[in-house]
């Protein structure tokens, strides 16, 4: 089973629209975060969170909520789905005491917003 | 300026060939260096990390830091079809809040 899964993995909403992504994990690991990729953009960081009570913005938190429900789930919500939040988006996961913070990804879930 | 460039390609080279993937940066805070390997439709994946400035061999990957220049790179010798790959950089800084900063990506086809 994979250490890191995200659900949906494709998803087709309109404008306007709630919605939420899920992340779990079974690493044990205290650190997740949420990026999303953009062709020609690379990876950008969204939220993160180091502990269950520890929730901090990324480089590009506006227009997004998370959520962290236990140690092994987060969770990123889109209130209200505009079309530039099309992109591919990525839970993430590392250890505390990681070497240069190494980053375990997810599957990753394909968002279009229409 | 951002923090971390790479030119995204693509970079197409036929097998067997050396391919250098490079990044420059401008933290001068930046000690891990790595570099991350993502195939289609899956999430990137740690391939190799260095600590500081040097050079790092793995079978085909060697990676190279020269933090005078700021300039990292990764060498794939005898490069192969299953090579073909997106390879992010990534680095960070030393101590426990440091988060990685990535690369945009490069994409790397290799044809047979």
């Known amino acids: 089973d994979a250490d890191v899964t995200q659900t949906p993995r494709n998803r087709i909403t309109k404008t306007g629209k709630r919605i939420m992504l899920e992340c779990s994990q079974t690493?044990?690991?205290?650190?997740m975060y949420w990026y999303r990729q953009d062709p020609g953009l690379g990876l950008r960081l969204i939220y993160y969170s180091f502990d269950v009570k520890d929730i901090n913005k990324g480089e590009i938190s506006d227009g997004y909520s998370v959520s962290r429900q236990a140690q092994a789930k987060f969770s990123l919500s889109l209130e209200s789905a505009i079309p530039n939040q099309t992109a591919l988006y990525f839970c993430?996961?590392?250890?505390?005491?990681?070497?240069?913070?190494?980053?375990?990804f997810g599957p990753g879930t394909r968002l279009t917003v229409l | 300026q951002k923090e971390v460039e790479q030119d995204p390609g693509p970079l197409s080279v036929p097998e067997g060939a050396i391919v250098s993937l490079n990044c420059t940066y401008s933290n001068s805070a930046f000690q891990y260096f790595m570099w991350y390997r993502q195939y289609s439709r899956k999430g990137p994946e740690l391939l190799m990390y260095t600590y500081s400035s040097g050079n790092k061999e793995d079978g085909r990957f060697t990676a190279q830091v020269d933090k005078s220049s700021k300039y990292i790179s990764l060498f794939i010798r005898d490069s192969q079809p299953s090579d073909s790959a997106t390879y992010l950089c990534?680095?960070?800084?030393?101590?426990?809040?440091?988060?990685?900063?990535f690369g945009r990506g490069t994409s790397l086809i290799v044809h047979p």
């Open positions: 990534a680095m960070s800084g030393s101590g426990g809040s440091y988060i990685p900063t």
């Open positions: 690493k044990g690991h205290d650190r």
């Open positions: 993430a996961t590392s250890a505390l005491d990681s070497p240069g913070d190494e980053q375990f």
